[in-house]
C-alpha cells in the first residue's frame, strides 16, 4: 500500500480510538460518537447470535486431540499477550513438551487474493499451508511477512514452533503432522472458537479491566464482559503491588470458578536495535530520551520509562501497528536531538518495524520486558502441571479442576 494511504489510514485510525476512549470532543467527534454508539448495538447482535452459534455445536467445531491453550481477553490490545504467550511457551518447553504458537498474524501481508478465493472452496488438506514464521531452529520470515508479535515470539523462543494463519485449525493440524507438535498456545484466541476441549487464559489489564464498557465500535470490548466465564485462569496485568480486591470481586460476578494470577511487566534491560549492544536499565537514569511508539496504549510505556528515571523530552505516537518509514524515523531522530535527548527508546514490538537505517544521529534502544508472576504462584504452577499432565490424565478428569475444565 502506498505510504500516504497508510498515513491517512492511520489518522483516520487515530482519530477513531480517540474518539472511543474520550480523548476528543466537539461536534465532529459527538456525531461520530453517536454513530459508533449505533454500530456497537449492530456488533452486539452479532457477537452474541456468533456465541449461540458456537455454544450449541451449529458451527464447526474440531478437537484436535492435543493439549491446545488460548490466551486472549476481552478487549482490544494493551493487556500483555505476547509476554504471557512467551511465559507459558518456555515453560511448557522446559517441561517437555513440543510447542507450537498460532497467531493469525495480524496485520502481516495477506496472502494474494485468488489464492483466499480459491481456498474457501477447497477441502482444508488442500488450503496454502500456513506461513513457518520459524521452525524452533531458524527465523523464517521478517516481521512485515509474519506480523510483529509472531515475529517477536519466533526471535525470542528457541525449539518452538510459530506459525501463521487465521485458520487456526489449519495451522494446529499443520503443527501436528508435519512437526510432530502435541502442545499448540494460541495467541489471542479467545474468539477463535472452532477449536474446542481447550484452555482458556484470559488477561485482565488492572488499570482498565473493561476499558469504557462498550462494544466494538463504540468501545474496546469485543464481547460482554459476562464471557469471562469462560475463562479457565484469570491473568490480572499490569499490577504494581496494590490491593486488588475490588476488582477480584468484580470478576467474580463473571466468573466464580477461575483461579487469580497477579503480574507485571517487568523490564530487563535495554537493547540497542541496530548493533544488539544490551545496557542494564540503570543506563536510563536523569538520561534525556525521545520516544516513538505505535502500540495500543502509548502513555502505559511513557510512563514506565519515567518511573526507570529517563526524562521524556520528545514523544512521537504513532497507530498501533505502524510500519515506520525512513523519513518518519529521521525526522523523529532530527527532533529528538535539537531538544537535546541522548538517546531514543521505543518497545520491543514496535522494534521490529524499524526500517533499516544508514546514518542515525541517536542510538536506538527497546526495552526488554518479561512477566513477572506477583500473586498467584501456587495456581501458576497448578496450570502449568496439568498442561503436563495432559497425556496422561483425560482433561474432563483431571484432579485440579477448575484451571482445566474444558469449554
Same mark, same amino acid.
Given at each position: 500500500m502506498p505510504r500516504s494511504r497508510t498515513n491517512r489510514f492511520d489518522r483516520i485510525e487515530q482519530f477513531a480510538v480517540d474518539v472511543?476512549?474520550?480523548?476528543?470532543?466537539?461536534?465532529?467527534a459527538g456525531v461520530f460518537r453517536l454513530f459508533l454508539w449505533v454500530i456497537s448495538g449492530l456488533y452486539g447482535l452479532i457477537v452474541r447470535w456468533?456465541?449461540?452459534?458456537? &455454544?450449541?455445536?451449529l458451527g464447526s467445531v474440531h478437537a484436535l486431540g492435543c493439549l491446545v491453550v488460548s490466551v486472549g481477553n476481552l478487549t482490544v490490545g494493551g493487556t500483555g499477550k505476547t509476554p504471557v504467550v512467551e511465559l507459558f511457551a518456555r515453560e511448557l518447553t522446559k517441561r517437555g513438551?513440543?510447542?507450537a504458537v498460532l497467531s493469525r498474524g495480524y496485520k502481516s501481508q495477506p496472502p494474494p487474493i485468488p489464492q483466499r478465493i480459491l481456498d474457501l472452496f477447497r477441502p482444508l488438506e488442500q488450503r496454502r499451508p500456513?506461513?513457518?514464521?520459524? &521452525?524452533?531452529?531458524?527465523?523464517?520470515?521478517?516481521?512485515?511477512?509474519a506480523g510483529d508479535e509472531p515475529f517477536m515470539l519466533a526471535s525470542n523462543l528457541k525449539d518452538v514452533l510459530v506459525l501463521v494463519d487465521k485458520d487456526r485449525v489449519k495451522s494446529g493440524l499443520h503443527a501436528i503432522r508435519k512437526f510432530d507438535c502435541d502442545t499448540l498456545l494460541l495467541d489471542d484466541g479467545l474468539q477463535f472458537l472452532r477449536l474446542k476441549e481447550r484452555l482458556d487464559i484470559v488477561l485482565v489489564d488492572s488499570e482498565s479491566p473493561f476499558a469504557n464498557r462498550h462494544l466494538l465500535p463504540r468501545g474496546l470490548l469485543r464481547e460482554p464482559p459476562e464471557q469471562l466465564c469462560r475463562?479457565?485462569?484469570?491473568?490480572?496485568?499490569?499490577?504494581?503491588?496494590?490491593?486488588?480486591?475490588?476488582?477480584r470481586t468484580e470478576l467474580r460476578r463473571y466468573n466464580n470458578h477461575a483461579e487469580f494470577v497477579e503480574c507485571a511487566h517487568k523490564p530487563l534491560h535495554l537493547e540497542e536495535i541496530f548493533t544488539h549492544e544490551i545496557v542494564p536499565l540503570s543506563f536510563l537514569q536523569d538520561l534525556r530520551i525521545g520516544m516513538i511508539s505505535g502500540i495500543a496504549k502509548p502513555e502505559s510505556f511513557e510512563e514506565g520509562l519515567r518511573k526507570l528515571g529517563a526524562e521524556l523530552i520528545y514523544s512521537r505516537r504513532y497507530a498501533d501497528h505502524h510500519r515506520f518509514s525512513e523519513g518518519e524515523i529521521a525526522k523523529m531522530f532530527e527532533r529528538s536531538k535539537a531538544r537535546g535527548a541522548r538517546a531514543v527508546i521505543t518497545t520491543e514490538k514496535d522494534s521490529v518495524r524499524f526500517p533499516r537505517l544508514g546514518k542515525r544521529l541517536l542510538p536506538v534502544y527497546f526495552l526488554r520486558v518479561e512477566i513477572e508472576i506477583i500473586r498467584g504462584h501456587d495456581a501458576f504452577q497448578r496450570c502449568l502441571e496439568g498442561m503436563c499432565r495432559y497425556n496422561e490424565v483425560p482433561l474432563d478428569e483431571t484432579p485440579i479442576?477448575?484451571?482445566?475444565?474444558?469449554?
Open positions: 472511543i476512549l474520550e480523548r476528543r470532543w466537539g461536534f465532529r456468533r456465541l449461540w452459534w458456537f &455454544d450449541t455445536r513438551r513440543k510447542v500456513p506461513r513457518v514464521v520459524s &521452525d524452533g531452529r531458524s527465523l523464517l520470515l521478517d516481521s512485515e511477512m475463562a479457565n485462569i484469570i491473568f490480572i496485568t499490569k499490577c504494581d503491588g496494590r490491593d486488588l480486591s475490588d476488582l479442576e477448575p484451571v482445566l475444565t474444558p469449554i
